[in-house]
């Protein structure tokens, strides 16, 4: 109910079908998974109970949480993905899975001139993109090469590639059109209380609208 207030359903479920296409069974059972857990902190600060009145369902919110998961906030004129993301940097909890389990690390092609001349060892660490031919990314990562698992921090932090400094987005589209959504991860709280932020501004729309 609530989620068809703020999108026509089956402009949502075209979305999610294209938004999953290219996913295999694998990485959709951690989108579940990961939306169950993003569920059950929602379920906590929108409680189903204090709404029940009007006729709020347990099911609302799992939709919302699906529509927060795929939509950017833009569409209803909020605040875009990195816009949230830059606010909050005090979600990341420095568990180190973005370093340790991310591949590959890609590597702009603007930014390895930058990358070599702050750090010139880097020069051997870096290798051509298969996927990308014009672009570039780590040798050795998955754990990434430079993640001090000790100190629980990057080595090269001040120099970091851009698709570090963006996690737990990920840039997609061409060029000039090209967007942030959030790589899922089920055991990033960074993501996690991303798209619960997003899913409590869709939520308290939608009650508007109601």
């Known amino acids: 109910m609530l989620r068809d207030l ?11 079908k294209e938004a999953l296409k290219l996913e295999d069974e694998r990485e959709k059972q951690k989108i579940c998974q990961f939306e169950k857990i993003v569920l059950k902190r929602l379920r906590k600060k929108r409680s189903v109970k204090k709404y029940k009145k009007i006729g709020v369902t347990r099911s609302d919110l799992k939709e919302i949480v699906a529509l927060a998961d795929i939509i950017n906030l833009e569409l209803f004129q909020g605040p875009s993905n990195s816009q949230i993301a830059m606010a909050h940097p005090e979600w990341c909890n420095n568990c180190g899975n973005c370093c340790t389990k991310s591949s ?6 603007d930014e390895l001139n930058p990358l070599i001349t702050l750090n010139p060892d880097l020069k051997q660490e870096i290798i051509r993109n298969e996927n990308y031919p014009e672009h570039f990314r780590f040798k050795e990562d998955r754990p990434c090469k430079f993640y001090d698992f000790e100190a629980k921090k990057c080595k090269i932090y001040d120099f970091r590639p ?49």
């Open 104 to 109: 590959p690390i890609f590597i702009h092609k």
């Open 162 to 210: 851009q698709v570090c400094r963006n996690y737990p987005l990920m840039m997609v589209g061409t060029e000039g059109k090209a967007t942030n959504i959030i790589n899922l991860r089920d055991n990033c709280n960074y993501a996690i209380r991303l798209v619960l932020e997003k899913s409590m501004i869709l939520f308290d729309e939608a009650l508007m609208r109601l």
């Open 6 to 16: 703020l999108i026509e359903r089956q402009l949502f479920e075209n979305i999610k």
